[in-house]
């Protein structure tokens, strides 16, 4: 069965066939092959992949997120975030990643940040004189932290999978998600220097303060859809629906900037999205059940305990395969693939689910600014007007700090664990 599920797979991503499609289409030629199951156990396994309460929460963060992406919330942003640290030189990239940040926590999309972000600031930095190499790559690289700062769509499908707590992983997503922006942030001042790039005049109190007021209403945003799954108020998936009512509200009645077009637009764009999500993890799921029934992750966990029983090795070895996996997938269908052979292993040389899980979907994410499938890249592509191969050998030091900073947090676990043992 194995070589046919694996042959077929191979094939259809060769000819360019969906990933959501290639792993349905594998599994059932698999089944077909074998003649030992009825293929109503595919039926089956896709139903029970999106039988989950978490799961919910990700078509409502998901609408969420569009919705503030076009109710008026990322030029706020960009604003407030410009008004602290635009008369730094450069500062109009650090108001980039501060903004992607800020839209991160909302939004829980690296494309939607890109976009959102990068479709305001980067004609604005081409106005200022930045160079286009320069800050297609700040805002493309930024854009990264979607995922990692809560809320996250990648957390929920990692936290389904691995049965562990979406509120955990949501807590662990800060301090690296921090991290990520910092670096990222000292990468652009080094460049800015050697580029001798423009200040913009230091804004005074007022102008911060206005910026603040008009910015608030996004800012609280995180604070009322995170907050109150930490408090228990409500759960991830009712946080969504909450958050879906509160971006409406404000893009439509306070911003007024969310047209009936435009909400059409974001039903049909989120509604989309979303099934594509939902039936890849559906897919996926008989993908990884044909695994598991032919001792994939027993094979795999031997092969690893048999080369080393080091787990700093062990996760060397599988940041290099994740890395590998990230220039060909995107994260979602890299999860519910990997997840279910990776997890046994990691538990069984006691290494902590949710520190795994977080550098794990932080390494699938450095994924997305990795040709030939770099999703971020294309989008920053599309946002400049760029070449890709020149957005390639522009960002090769924001990738290298992004992957200095996932090996940092894969080694030193409490950057990730500590804020959820508070809660613990």
């Known amino acids: 069965m194995l070589p046919v599920l694996f042959g077929s797979f191979v094939i259809l991503i060769l ?4 990933i959501a499609v290639t792993l ?10 074998d003649g030992s199951f009825d293929l109503g156990v595919a039926i089956q396994r896709m139903f029970t992949g999106v039988n989950s309460f978490p799961l919910m929460a990700i078509p409502f963060f998901m609408l969420a997120g569009s919705l503030m992406e076009l109710g008026g919330i990322s030029s706020r942003i960009i604003r407030f975030a410009d008004t602290l640290v635009g008369h730094y030189r450069g500062g109009l990239a650090f108001a980039a990643i ?11 999309s690296a494309v939607a940040t890109v976009a959102a972000i990068g479709g305001i600031i980067i004609p604005e930095m081409r106005a200022r004189k930045y160079p286009d190499g320069y800050s297609t790559a700040v805002v493309t690289a930024a854009g990264t932290m979607g995922p990692i700062i809560p809320p996250s769509t990648t957390f929920v499908i990692y936290a389904s999978i691995a049965g562990v707590s979406v509120s955990d992983m949501f807590l662990g997503g800060y301090i690296p998600g921090i991290l990520m922006g910092i670096s990222l942030m000292i990468v652009a001042g080094i460049k800015a220097r050697k580029m001798n790039l423009p200040k913009s005049p230091k804004q005074s109190g007022k102008e911060i303060l206005k910026a603040t007021k008009e910015a608030f209403l996004a800012l609280l945003s995180p604070v009322i859809i995170v907050g109150g799954i930490i408090t228990g108020w409500f759960t991830p998936t009712e946080a969504g629906a909450i958050g879906c009512i509160y971006s409406f509200v404000i893009g439509a009645f306070i911003y007024r900037e969310l047209t009936p077009k435009r909400i059409f637009a974001v039903l049909k764009e989120s509604a989309l999205s979303s099934s594509i999500i939902m039936f890849l993890i559906a897919t996926a799921n008989i993908f990884s059940w044909i695994l598991t029934v032919e001792q994939i992750p027993q094979i795999i966990k031997d092969m690893f305990m048999s080369v080393t029983d080091s787990k700093y090795v062990l996760l060397l070895l599988i940041n290099l395969l994740l890395l590998v996996v990230g220039m060909f997938l995107d994260s979602a269908p890299a999860l519910t693939m990997l997840v279910p052979v990776l997890a046994p292993l990691v538990s069984a040389y006691g290494i902590d689910l949710v520190h795994f899980g977080v550098v794990m979907c932080v390494n699938l994410c450095i994924g997305l600014l990795t040709p030939p499938v770099g999703t971020c890249l294309f989008v920053g592509c599309r946002i400049s007007k760029m070449p890709l191969m020149e957005l390639v050998r522009n960002i090769w030091i924001e990738l290298l700090t992004l992957i200095g900073v ?7 676990p409490p950057l990730v664990t500590f804020i959820p043992s508070l809660g613990g």
């Open 15 to 18: 000819i360019g066939c969906p």
């Open 406 to 412: 996932c090996f940092l947090i894969t080694y030193v």
């Open 24 to 33: 349905g289409a594998s599994s059932v030629a698999a089944l077909l092959m």
């Open 98 to 108: 501060i903004a992607c940040m800020i839209f991160a926590s909302i939004s829980g």
